[in-house]
């Protein structure tokens, strides 16, 4: 009883968070007589629902139709709308999506760039919302050279941020050479090369402004071919307060590549050959 009870508590309280059990390492439980070790577990499934009640929040911030939507849509198995020809996500009012395990909570946030005025209103809106999140994702298309206004910009939310940033550069499917390798869902070998290039390139960008931005905080991966999203979504978890971050795998469901892999292909990649 008492080692799942110590378990039960240690999966919630994580270890630097003994804070919440009034300063008491979890050993004192063992001690105590039955009737307060019930009144513990109380306390722990109580503590348990709170946070579990208390949806993640994700923020996602990018420029019109770099694959916001798509992203999410991925990274859950939700349906939020996805634009193919014009800008479709207006504001930042949060969406409460369901995906079976549980609600998130996304703040759509309006891109910057399109208007001086405009923009600072949206700077303020940043301000005001990204804090509040679990995690922050800024999503970029990898083909985009454009890296200048993206810095200005990460520097000022990061300064704010306390390390829940996660770059996503996403499209990786449409990077040159466009040689995506459709049977097998992957890219050609000399895609792949460029792939690590631009995120290379990426890196020594926002470095620049952020120099202790760690390597596994920018990913790159496709959300339309579903490709690297588990790598995607181990940066979130890595980037989310760890006495957060069990809840937000809670609600995982995160679309495998796999699933657009040629049948035959796929049979042959799980008996360990792929030609
Ligand atoms: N090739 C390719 N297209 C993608 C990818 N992800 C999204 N798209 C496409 O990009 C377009 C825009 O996708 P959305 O997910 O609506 O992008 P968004 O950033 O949410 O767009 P707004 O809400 O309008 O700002 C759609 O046509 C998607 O199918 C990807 O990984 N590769
Ligand atoms: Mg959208």
């Known amino acids: 009883m008492f080692k799942s009870l110590r378990n039960k508590i240690r999966s919630i309280f994580k270890p630097d968070d003994d804070s919440n059990l009034n300063g008491h390492k979890i050993d004192f439980i063992?001690?105590?007589?039955?009737?307060?070790?019930?009144?513990?577990?109380?306390?722990?499934?109580?503590?348990?629902e709170k946070e579990l009640n208390n949806h993640p929040k994700i923020a996602i911030i990018g420029k019109t139709g770099v694959g916001k939507s798509s992203t999410i849509n991925n990274l859950f198995r939700v349906n939020l709308g996805v634009s193919h020809f014009e800008a479709c996500t207006k504001d930042a009012e949060p969406v409460i999506i369901s995906n079976g395990k549980g609600k998130i909570i996304i703040y759509d946030m309006p891109g910057l760039g399109e208007d001086l005025d405009?923009?600072?209103?949206?700077?303020?809106?940043?301000?005001?919302?990204?804090?509040?999140?679990d995690v922050v994702l800024w999503?970029?298309?990898?083909?985009?050279?454009?890296?200048?206004?993206?810095?200005?910009?990460?520097?000022?939310i990061s300064e704010y941020l306390e390390n829940t940033l996660v770059i996503c550069a996403n499209k990786a499917d449409i990077l040159e050479p466009s040689e995506w390798i459709e049977t097998q869902n992957l890219p050609s070998i000399a895609q792949e090369e460029n792939l690590k290039k631009r995120i290379a390139d990426i890196r020594k960008k926002l470095c620049k402004i952020i120099p202790d931005l760690e390597e596994d905080r920018i990913v790159y991966y496709s959300a339309k071919r579903k490709y690297r999203m588990n790598d995607l979504f181990r940066a979130m978890m890595d980037a989310c307060p760890i006495k957060r971050a069990w809840v937000l795998e809670s609600r995982m469901d995160v679309?495998?590549?796999t699933e657009l892999v040629d049948l035959e292909i796929l049979k042959q990649l799980k008996n360990g050959r792929k030609e």
């Open 30 to 48: 063992s001690d105590l007589p039955e009737v307060e070790k019930k009144k513990v577990l109380r306390m722990v499934e109580e503590k348990r």
């Open 139 to 156: 999503i970029l298309n990898i083909a985009d050279r454009e890296m200048s206004s993206q810095q200005t910009h990460i520097k000022e």
């Open 118 to 133: 405009k923009d600072e209103q949206h700077k303020k809106l940043y301000k005001k919302v990204l804090p509040q999140c």
């Open 255 to 257: 679309a495998e590549f």
